[in-house]
């Protein structure tokens, strides 16, 4: 098996209610272990020389479940960006966050803020949460920003329009996991994903484990890339 190059894996956090509900517990227990996870699956990525994890934590259609269990995701969107941050820092990792960051209260946005510049400086890598994110909104919104910007349509590329999206200045992900089984990619980095490699594990995602990732990895290291080129 030969390595290959992977800089940049996106996961898909897919059956934390799954999870819980196959244990009789509220879903709110299946986010907090999905959460915990996060941390230990992130912590050993970057430890393998994974320099960019991307995660989609909460979709834009996310915000029509009952209203008690956002609640509670919020809450844990705020430890990530307040206590979690300071582990980031010590881990020298970066955090960004992706997404309708204006859809969220302003205690929340500011501490997004803080949390960003906390970490700017990171060197051993960049872990990019979703939060509020759609593919297609994401593309929308690079199209208005374009406009606003008023550059002639015969100046638009693919190279422009990147740097446009909310990963501008980042490598499109050579790997995209969803756990849980499903086999989609539900508006997860839709314009960066058109040569992503896809690996769809039945694990829920408060099961993945480490050598869950790694096993992923080693498939990938096993498939032939070719880029429509051959």
């Not at 390595?3 to 209610?17: C, S």
């Not at 912590?43 to 029509?64: C, M, P, Q």
């Not at 307040?82 to 204006?102: H, M, P, Q, S």
């Not at 990019?128 to 002639?152: F, H, P, Q």
């Amino acid at each position: 098996m030969t390595e290959k190059t992977l800089q940049h894996i996106g996961i898909i956090l897919d059956g934390n209610r799954r999870w819980a509900k196959k244990r009789g517990l509220p879903a709110f227990q299946g986010h907090k272990k999905g959460f915990d996870n996060l941390k230990k699956v992130a912590g050993h990525a970057f430890d393998r020389g994974i320099k960019i994890l991307t995660v989609y934590a909460f979709s834009t259609e996310n915000w029509k479940r009952d209203k008690k269990e956002v609640a509670y995701l919020m809450d844990l969107f705020r430890l990530l960006v307040d206590r979690e941050a300071k582990d980031l820092v010590k881990r020298g990792v970066r955090l960004n966050i992706l997404g309708r960051i204006e859809d969220f209260d302003k205690d929340l946005q500011a501490g997004i803020q803080r949390a960003i510049d906390k970490t700017k400086d990171g060197k051993k890598g960049v872990l990019n949460v979703c939060l509020s994110y759609g593919g297609r909104d994401e593309i929308l919104t690079a199209v208005k920003k374009i406009i606003k910007d008023d550059i002639k349509a015969e100046k638009v590329d693919e190279k422009l329009f990147s740097r446009y999206l909310y990963t501008t200045g980042l490598p499109d992900p050579e790997l995209i996991i969803r756990t849980s089984g499903e086999q989609r990619l539900s508006g997860f980095l839709t314009w960066q994903s058109v040569y992503s490699e896809l690996y769809f594990p039945k694990t829920t995602w408060p099961s993945f484990g480490t050598k869950d990732l790694d096993k992923a990895i080693d498939e990938f290291n096993d498939r032939s890339r070719r880029f429509g080129g051959n």
